[in-house]
T-cell receptor
Framework: DQQVKQNSPSLSVQEGRISILNCDYT??????FLWYKKYPAEGPTFLIS?????DKNEDGRFTVFLNKSAKHLSLHIVPSQPGDSAVYFC???????????FGTGTRLKVLA | ETGVTQTPRHLVMGMTNKKSLKCEQH?????MYWYKQSAKKPLELMFV???????ENNSVPSRFSPECPNSSHLFLHLHTLQPEDSALYLC????????????FGDGTRLSIL
């Protein structure tokens, strides 16, 4: 049973608009969440993280929102740029095991 | 040279071969990880080393044997693999094994004939 789910395998957005990538989790023990970006033939690159004591973390064009009651997090990219086109993975861990559980990824395509 | 470097980038081997994957990190980190990514599946944690000690073996078959001679180097020795072991193998490192971002290498694409 997948503990971290990214239900949208792909997403297309116009350049300059907002991209919203979603992630759901089932384990209430998770207390640390991350987003990674992956280009073809490269390893995942860390983007942004959030601890469960917060509900929002912002870094430039990237903002992660955490809704603990809904067990849902989202990544907002605004404005979206063609260079943002990649596969985005969310991951979650708990402070007991520190094992990251990854979602299957969402392929974002930003159209120029 | 910075970051996490994995060699080789691609490897094709027969089921009876023995080969090794190498990972080297230049970030001064103390924890290193092996992950497996199969097609259409999420990344699966295989092994964790923290300060050169193995702290996690995620029920990985014994045909995969990790080795961590020091905090900068991690190997994955492969022996008698099966076709279902064909996957992308990713190495990662972090400052230590805690809630911190992990930095990934570009992976080794392994194909078992």
């Amino acid at each position: 049973d997948q503990q971290v789910k990214q239900n949208s395998p792909s997403l297309s957005v116009q350049e300059g608009r907002i991209s919203i990538l979603n992630c759901d989790y089932t384990n209430s023990m998770f207390d640390y969440f991350l987003w990674y970006k992956k280009y073809p033939a490269e390893g995942p690159t860390f983007l942004i993280s959030i601890s469960s004591i917060k509900d929002k973390n912002e870094d430039g064009r990237f903002t992660v929102f955490l809704n603990k009651s809904a067990k849902h997090l989202s990544l907002h990219i605004v404005p979206s740029q063609p260079g943002d086109s990649a596969v985005y993975f969310c991951a979650a861990s708990d402070s007991g095991t520190y094992k990251y559980i990854f979602g299957t990824g969402t392929r974002l395509k930003v159209l120029a | 040279e910075t970051g996490v470097t994995q060699t080789p980038r691609h490897l094709v081997m027969g089921m009876t071969n023995k080969k090794s994957l190498k990972c080297e990190q230049h970030l001064g980190h103390n924890a290193m990880y092996w992950y497996k990514q199969s097609a259409k599946k999420p990344l699966e944690l295989m092994f964790v080393y923290n300060f050169k000690e193995q702290t996690e073996n995620n029920s990985v078959p014994s045909r995969f044997s990790p080795e961590c001679p020091n905090s900068s180097h991690l190997f994955l020795h492969l022996h008698t693999l099966q076709p279902e072991d064909s996957a992308l193998y990713l190495c990662a490192s972090s400052q230590d094994h805690s809630n911190q971002p992990q930095h990934f290498g570009d992976g080794t694409r392994l194909s078992i004939l």
